[in-house]
């Protein structure tokens, strides 16, 4: 699929599907606590996008079987909410989500605490959400797609955090992923050139030990190799003639 430039219209309209889904972050933020189970998450997070007038992407693409992805401590992504997998103190949760608005696309991941964390496990975090915005402070019209990766690389690699390879951040707009392919690591080469109205979906994948992953049973569920925690960051960014606009983001 080719890249798309967004028109002022359009942009408007990636900016509704982002203002909203932050909101739905927002929310679910707020009810992470040791005792609820990620399948409360789902409901709660599915609710909430269909109540303001927005469509879940997840549901349903490529067959996934519910509308938020929740991922506890080794899961990477892509976790599947269940009924009876209950957080407890300690515990790490990513939760990542996006709604259509319009006919328009928004994503957004955010890593919670649950109750009172390990501090290495609070430091991969931070780090993975500063990473987020090293990667950004590259996405200028001008500059190429890769210089946002090789940011991301250089910042994470001082922590000796391990970078998910085999999935990266995407292009965004009419649908959930459109070209490019954002890795989250340095590239040989520069990529393509950055031009104002590219919607990108930036999203660094980081684990405490290998950079390795595998896929469960389920077919979904991405975990880490060694088990180690593993936490992510992500929004929908829209490339600007200044400073890049971040879409799901603005408090
Ligand atoms: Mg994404």
Redo the contacts with the bound molecule.
């Keep these: 699929m080719a890249v798309t430039i967004k028109s002022a219209k359009e942009i408007e309209l990636m900016r509704e599907a982002g203002r909203l889904l932050e909101i739905v972050h927002d929310e679910m933020g707020r009810m992470i606590r040791p005792g609820i189970s990620t399948m409360d998450i789902n409901e709660y997070g599915d609710r909430l996008i269909r109540k303001l007038g927005c469509t879940p992407n997840f549901l349903d693409y490529g067959g996934f079987p519910a509308s938020i992805c929740v991922s506890v401590n080794e899961e990477v992504v892509h976790g599947i909410p269940r009924k009876d997998r209950i957080l407890k103190e300690g515990d790490i949760v990513s939760l990542?989500a996006g709604l259509i608005y319009k006919g328009y696309h928004s994503?957004a991941a955010r890593t919670h605490a649950v109750g009172k964390i390990d501090p290495r496990i609070q430091n991969l975090m931070d780090v993975t959400k500063r990473s987020f915005f090293e990667g950004i402070r590259m996405a200028k019209a001008g500059n190429h797609l890769f210089d946002i990766s090789a940011a991301i690389d250089d910042y994470v690699s001082r922590f000796g955090y391990g970078i998910v390879r085999d999935l990266v951040?995407?292009g965004i707009g009419t649908s959930l992923h459109e070209d490019p392919q954002i890795p989250n690591f340095r590239e040989k080469r520069k990529g393509m050139k950055l031009i104002p109205g590219m919607t990108l979906?930036i999203?660094p994948m980081i684990n405490m030990g290998t950079w390795k992953v595998d896929w469960l049973e389920d077919e979904w569920t991405v975990v880490t190799r060694d088990r180690k925690p593993s936490a992510h960051y992500?929004n929908t960014i829209l490339i600007t003639d200044g400073e890049p606009e971040i879409l799901t983001l603005h408090t």
């Design positions: 990542d994503d951040g995407h979906a999203e992500e």
